[in-house]
C-alpha cells in the first residue's frame, strides 16, 4: 500500500488538477476508502490547505480547493519538480525578459524541497538558446519534433554534470512520425541545448572524432559510460549555444551564414519585418526597406528576397550580382516552351 505522506501528496495533486472532485472517485483513483479520503482531507486543513466539502450526488459530496487562499506549504512529486526545473530553466528563451525573476523562482522552490528532489533538479542543466523565429522566417529543418522524454533530459544532463560517455542509438523518424532504428553511438557529452523548439546534445562522437549535435527526442538511452574530461577536448566554437547555430548556419564554429547580402525591397519596414527570419533591416528615408540576409548559397540569399514578391536592387556584394545573373538566365531558359 502507497504510505500516507505519498497518498496525500497524489490528493492534493488530483484536487489541484480538477475544481472539484466527488469522494468516491477520489477514493478510487487513489485505491482507498471515502473514510481514509475524508482523514487525508482533514491532514491537508491542518497544514494549511483550504479544502471545502462540495455538494454532489450521493451522500458522500466532493471536495474541492477554495479559491483565493494564501498559499500553504509546497509539496511536489517527482515529476511535477522536474517539469517545474525545466520550465524555469528554460524561461530566459521564453523572449520575455523574466530570466533574473525564473532564476529566483528557482533557487527559492528548491530550498523547499526535500533532497532527493533537490538533488533531480540540480541533475538537469542547459544552455537556453533564442526564442524560435518570427511565422515565415527561416527553417533549418523540415524533420518532425518529437516530444522529449522528462527521464532522458534528466540523464543526458547528468551525464553531461559528472562528465561520463554516454551510448545511445541514435534514429529518424518515419512517415508516421515515429521514432525509426538507427545506429548506436558513443559520445563524451559536453552540453545540452534547447533552441528553437528542439533539445540538443553537443558531444564528441568517439566513432567519427567530430564534434556532432544529436537530438534527444531520437534517442535511445542506454547505460551510463566511464568519466571523461571535457578540458582534454576544446569545442570548436565559444560555447555550444555557438556551436549549434553555427552548425545550422553550415559554419564550421561562427554563428555566421556562408553568404550575407545586402538588398533594398520597395515596402515598408512593417510589412518586411515579420518575414525576415533572423535577417536585419533598416528602413530608408523614401520609406522602403534595406534588408541584410544569410543563406547557405547566394541563390538562397535571392530566393530570401523573391519571397516578397516585388523589385528589388542588389547593394551587395559583388557575388550575389553575378549570382542574380546566372539565376536569371536559368529562368529564361525554364520559361521556354518545352520541345517534348
Known sequence: MVGSSARMLALLSLLQARRTWPGPVLAARLGVT????????????????????????GPDGGYRLAA???????LFDDEQAIALAVALHHAPASGVDVGEAAARALATVRQ???????HRID???????????????????????????????????????DERTLGFDYGGFDYGDAPAAGPPRRTEPHA?????????????DLDRADWRAFRLDRMALKTG???????????????????????????????????????????????????????????LPDGSTRITV?????????????????PFT????????????GLAERFRAAAQPSEK
Open 34 to 57: 471515502a473514510r481514509t479520503v475524508r482523514r487525508d482531507v482533514d491532514r491537508l486543513r491542518e497544514l494549511g490547505y483550504a479544502i471545502e466539502a462540495a455538494k454532489g450526488p
Open 68 to 74: 483565493g487562499s494564501d498559499l500553504p506549504p509546497l
Open 112 to 118: 523547499v524541497m526535500p533532497s532527493r528532489l533537490r
Open 123 to 161: 541533475g538537469i542543466g542547459f544552455a537556453a538558446g533564442p526564442a524560435p523565429a518570427a511565422p515565415g522566417g527561416p527553417v533549418s529543418s523540415v524533420s518532425p519534433v518529437g516530444p522529449v522524454d522528462p527521464a532522458v533530459l534528466e540523464a543526458v544532463s547528468i551525464a553531461v554534470r
Open 192 to 204: 545540452v541545448v534547447a533552441r528553437s523548439g528542439r533539445w540538443y546534445l553537443v558531444a564528441w
Open 225 to 283: 559510460g566511464v568519466r571523461f574530461s571535457r578540458a582534454d577536448r576544446d569545442l570548436p566554437a565559444p560555447d555550444a549555444l555557438t556551436f549549434l547555430a553555427a552548425r545550422a548556419k553550415g559554419s564550421a564554429a561562427e554563428d555566421r551564414w556562408p553568404c550575407t547580402g545586402v538588398l533594398d525591397l520597395p515596402l515598408p519596414a512593417r510589412e518586411v519585418a515579420p518575414w525576415l527570419g533572423d535577417g536585419a533591416l533598416e528602413e
Open 294 to 310: 544569410g543563406s547557405w548559397s547566394w541563390t538562397g540569399v535571392l530566393a530570401q528576397a523573391a519571397r516578397f514578391d516585388v
Open 314 to 325: 542588389i547593394v551587395g556584394p559583388e557575388p550575389l550580382r553575378a549570382a542574380a545573373a
